[in-house]
């Protein structure tokens, strides 16, 4: 099962100057809760945009994309490119964390977007989250309309999407048990 996994502001805006353009905790816990135990994939800025404490991101079995010939990733597996991803066909969770490239590659090659909406204006903005198709159906939205509000005052909402494989989605058909799952991950315990 592979799932990308990324928060965005407005106009798609995921990064600015190689950093994330926001804090948001309620994101992390999320971003924690869902990747736990599972495999992350992520590109090489991604990495090193990590502080050096969370690399590798514990708990998790870490991945990181790069062209680099002969780069090294302590405590991460190196990959060239995707193609391991798109063989993949396991049952467990893989996450693509990252970045603007990479995301716009894997979204072809996913099952599952979780997806955190920031109401938020990121003017430096110059990583943006590939754009989601009518392919993509909402399997969970939260809240149903409005926004959150983070602790710190920034209003934000989450949204899961799946790609219905081989059926005719209707509102009233029955997610599969994997994207379940995921949703259970995902429903904050306030």
Same mark, same amino acid.
Not at 17 to 20: E, I, N, T, V, W
Not at 92 to 99: L, Y
Not at 147 to 150: E, G, H
């Given at each position: 099962m592979i799932g990308l996994i990324w928060g965005q502001a407005h106009d798609r805006a995921i990064g600015a100057? =190689?950093? @994330?353009p926001w804090h948001l905790p309620e994101d992390l816990a999320l971003f924690r809760r869902v990747t736990l135990h599972s495999t992350v994939v992520m590109g090489r800025k991604t990495w090193e945009s990590l502080p050096a404490r969370f690399r590798p @991101?514990?708990?998790r079995e870490n991945i990181v994309v790069t062209t680099q010939a002969n780069y090294e990733a302590t405590g991460a597996q190196v990959w060239q490119n995707l193609q391991p991803l798109a063989k993949q066909k396991s049952a467990?969770?893989?996450? !693509?964390? =990252?970045?603007a490239q990479l995301y716009q590659h894997a979204i072809n090659l996913?099952? !599952?977007l979780v997806v955190t909406e920031l109401d938020l204006p990121v003017s430096q903005a110059d990583a943006f989250a590939p754009r989601i198709d009518s392919s993509w159906q909402i399997a969970f939205s939260y809240p149903d309309r409005g926004?959150?509000?983070?602790e710190n005052g920034i209003n934000y909402r989450l949204t899961v999407y799946h790609k219905p494989?081989? !059926?005719t989605f209707s509102s009233t058909?029955?997610?599969s048990p994997e994207v379940s799952q995921v949703v259970q991950r995902v429903v904050p315990s306030f």
């Open positions: 100057d =190689g950093k @994330l @991101l514990p708990h467990e969770f893989t996450w !693509v964390i =990252g970045g996913a099952d !599952v926004w959150l509000r983070s494989q081989g !059926v058909c029955e997610l």
